[in-house]
């Protein structure tokens, strides 16, 4: 179904000190992932796949390699003559986009001028494949104001201000920590919440109003109190980027076919901007093991535990284990590489030793040349 | 009123291609898979537009469903601009009467006025049964330069399949003074390609001429170019070079898919400067697993490998299960091979099923009577029984049952 009556709004551009390598050249949105695709690829195709076809990304800066890697929006059907892709940045240098309020508030018309009765506001970090219209099917049946998506698992270790939620029997949120020290499991809120479009101009209007501008503490903490407040909880496979490690660990978490069967769930797939590349060619004499590989490779080496991203070359006698390769670095010929992460477009030389660990997956950046 | 085009392509897709028998029962030839993730027409699509040409006419006629949807509005090839791009243009109904495409000519003559519209100077003829990467631009070059009515592409062929092919035999200059079809005794190796430049005001009248010729066949090679060369047109042969193949029978498209895993054969699909396009289906990247071994392969996107594949074009997602062997075969979109199955030599459609331990094919050193040998193909969606035995060189277009171990 399309053409629903819900909006996205999608933040592009945070977090990006947790992971300042991968986003010396990009914002977070455009941080390459699982072979194929960019971390804005899994909120913007969720939305689409849930039937929303307005959705605003919001940037603040540094936002070229994301205009090329959206365009229009065809590739995720946001093309449209009615509604589409709008990408948002400042206005002016006045906007303010430091914090969720005030960035909400520079965008204050576009969220007037939309028609749509709800809105979807989610971050680009967490890489899950979530249906939105089941969260508003819970949202209508809990007759809620506002609805949190949340995890119910252990605190990932470097998570921004985790919002902790805890629930009544009904769901309905009845206090709301905002604290790194937990023990054990607990439901964090994942940055994706379902609210009422005109209540959410209200919100924002009031808290700019008062100066009170942290979103977390001074809507979510204070709101819950006020308005009826619900959980949903997210069980399928997600992972929230906050450390070089979690990157790693969530490319390699690829490996798994039911994460695949989930993420990559046919019935709701995930879209990125097409390069016509041709199928990966597979060289005489190629050992690959247990690696997820996207098309324009050509494979002459031993690849294994890992994610080769478009038109990587491996060359002969080269031997790659749990890597992540990012698109057109060509390695050599005899070189040995394990437990690195590669950016794009990097050239590794023939007979290179390059070693990392899985506690340190070291980092070569864009365009470098080993 | 549309903006003038200097070159209008007309791509003849209509053909059934019944020599690949299954594998174009229900769809053209020209929308057969190629390539791992290709289709035939992508060749000549991609061909246009690297060489400028923005306004293509695709001539469909037979099974034309899967073309159309295809070809969709020519977004892929960068072939939607404002006013030109990709026309689907098929048989309709007149005043004076419906009639279905009769032949070569008949059909870019029943689109005259497809061609009229851009008021070109030249028109180019191609035909969606041929894999290569050619630069037109150059051709319509020479044409230009040789103040030529028609040029028709050439190939230099060997000797002794010269007699299968249209042979153009040249004086120096590169002119044409004779056409011999399928000659017993060949003068010449320049095989015709196919692929035809002319000057739209003399194909235009050549046209309507053939056409109230009631005893034409309303073919280019059989009615059209003889009487354009008797008439003492300028006619020249375009030499070309590089990699040109037929796909036509069952032989050569399995031989032609093969040809790309082949590092000395000259068709390289990584060349950015020409790009072969297509449409992409939206899938994940390929998983090899733990239990996989893959070599000298052409696999895309959305594959998942368990099993062993040698020598071997794998299409969007297929899957290999474990203990699964694929040699020297074509596997197309969706098609699944079970545990333990074996195809060797054989050539699957899309969305099909080889049930577990089932043979399909056989390599051509373990059959003696080599007449016996030849490439099996398999229909698309179908479902091959597990432990059923397919023989080389059969075409099966129904369900299999399995056998009983």
Redesign the interface.
């Known amino acids: 179904m399309r053409g629903n009556n819900i909006m996205g709004i999608i933040f592009a551009n945070l977090h990006e000190d947790l992971v300042s390598s991968l986003t010396d050249v990009r914002i977070m949105g455009a941080v390459p992932f699982?072979?194929?695709y960019r971390l804005i690829d899994f909120p913007l195709s969720n939305m689409v796949n849930s039937g929303i076809n307005k959705v605003g990304v919001l940037t603040k800066s540094n936002y070229q390699s994301i205009m090329d890697h959206l365009g229009t929006g065809?590739a995720w059907d946001l093309s449209r003559k009615q509604g589409g892709l709008f990408i948002l940045p400042p206005f002016t240098n006045s906007n303010d986009y430091s914090n969720r309020i005030t960035t909400l508030n520079s965008i204050l018309p576009f969220l007037q001028n939309s028609t749509q009765e709800y809105v979807v506001i989610s971050d680009c970090d967490t890489v899950c494949n979530i249906d939105f219209q089941d969260v508003c099917r819970k949202h209508l049946e809990n007759n809620a104001d506002i609805t949190l998506v949340y995890k119910r698992d252990v605190l990932p270790e470097k998570l921004h201000a985790p919002a902790v939620l805890s629930f009544d029997r009904n769901g309905k949120v009845i206090d709301v920590l905002i604290t790194n020290n937990v023990e054990g499991s607990c439901s964090f809120y994942m940055n994706m919440l379902f609210i009422k479009r005109e209540l959410l101009i209200e919100l924002v209007n009031k808290c700019v109003s008062k100066n009170t501008l942290n979103f977390k503490r001074d809507i979510l903490q204070v709101e819950y109190k006020n308005l009826s407040v619900y959980g949903y909880e997210f069980k399928g496979f997600s992972q929230v980027i906050t450390s070089m490690n979690d990157y790693f660990n969530a490319n390699m978490a690829?490996?798994e076919?039911e994460v695949?069967a989930d993420?990559?769930n046919?019935d709701h797939?995930?879209?990125t901007k097409?390069r016509?590349d041709?199928?990966?060619?597979?060289?005489?004499?190629?050992?690959?093991?247990?690696?997820?590989?996207?098309?324009?490779c050509?494979i002459e080496g031993e690849v294994e535990n890992s994610?080769?991203f478009k038109g990587v070359h491996i060359g002969k006698g080269t031997k790659v284990s749990n890597c992540v390769i990012m698109q057109d670095t060509k390695v050599g010929a005899n070189s040995s590489l394990s437990y690195i992460i590669v950016d794009k477009d990097v050239t590794i030389g023939d007979e290179k030793t390059l070693m990392g660990t899985l506690s340190y997956p070291p980092y070569y950046s864009k365009g470098s040349v080993v | 009123m549309y903006p003038k085009q200097e070159v209008v392509a007309m791509l003849l897709a209509g053909g059934q291609g019944s020599r690949l028998g299954v594998l174009t029962q229900k769809l053209a030839k020209p929308a057969v898979p190629f390539?791992?993730?290709y289709r035939i027409i992508d060749f000549p699509l991609s061909n246009c537009v690297n060489s400028g040409i923005d306004a293509v006419g695709v001539l469909t006629q037979y099974q034309p469903l899967v073309l159309n949807e295809y070809i969709g509005n020519g977004?892929?090839w960068d072939l939607d601009s404002n006013n030109s791009g990709v026309s689907v243009l098929s048989p309709y109904q007149q005043v004076k009467g419906a009639d279905w495409y009769s032949g070569t000519a008949n059909a870019i003559y029943q689109n005259i006025n497809y061609i009229d519209r851009y008021n070109p100077d030249y028109v180019v003829i191609l035909s969606g049964d041929h894999i290569y990467k050619m630069d037109y631009s150059k051709m319509i070059a020479a044409h230009k330069e040789n103040n030529a009515d028609c040029t028709i592409a050439v190939i230099d062929v060997p000797l002794a399949e010269a007699s299968r092919f249209g042979i153009m035999n040249t004086n120096p200059d590169g002119s044409i003074y004779e056409f011999e079809e399928k000659p017993a005794k060949p003068k010449s190796t320049n095989a015709s390609m196919g692929i035809y430049v002319f000057s739209y005001d003399k194909l235009r009248k050549y046209l309507i001429e053939d056409e109230e010729d009631q005893n034409s066949t309303h073919d280019f090679g059989k009615d059209v170019l003889p009487k354009m060369l008797n008439d003492g047109l300028r006619m020249f042969a375009y030499q070309f070079q590089g990699y040109w193949k037929d796909v036509g029978t069952i032989d050569s498209l399995w031989e032609s898919n093969m040809d790309l895993?082949d590092p000395n054969v000259p068709l390289d699909?990584?060349d950015e400067s020409w790009?072969?396009?297509?449409r992409?289906p939206?899938?994940?990247?390929?998983?090899?697993?733990?239990s996989?071994?893959?070599?000298?392969?052409?696999?895309?996107?959305g594959c998942s490998i368990s099993g062993s594949?040698d020598f071997s074009?794998?299409?969007s997602n297929v899957v290999v299960k474990k203990g699964a062997v694929v040699q020297d075969s074509i596997i197309m979109p969706g098609s699944v091979i079970e545990e333990g199955a074996v195809v060797q030599y054989a050539i699957v459609s899309e969305n099909t099923v080889i049930g577990k331990n089932a043979v399909i094919g056989a390599r051509p050193e373990t059959i003696e009577d080599k007449d016996k040998w030849g490439i099996a193909v398999i229909g698309d969606n179908l479902k091959i029984g597990d432990g059923a035995k397919i023989a080389p060189k059969t075409m099966v277009s129904e369900n299999v049952e399995g056998v009983d171990e």
């Open positions: 699982g072979g194929k065809k690829l490996m076919s695949r993420l990559f046919s797939p995930i879209y097409v016509d041709m199928p990966t060619k597979y060289g005489l004499g190629s050992k690959v093991r247990n690696s997820l590989i996207a098309n324009g050509t994610v080769l | 390539g791992g993730k977004q892929p895993l699909l990584t790009k072969i396009y297509s992409n939206v899938v994940p990247p390929q998983y090899i697993s733990d996989a071994t893959v070599q000298n392969s052409l696999i895309a996107d594949v074009v794998l299409f």
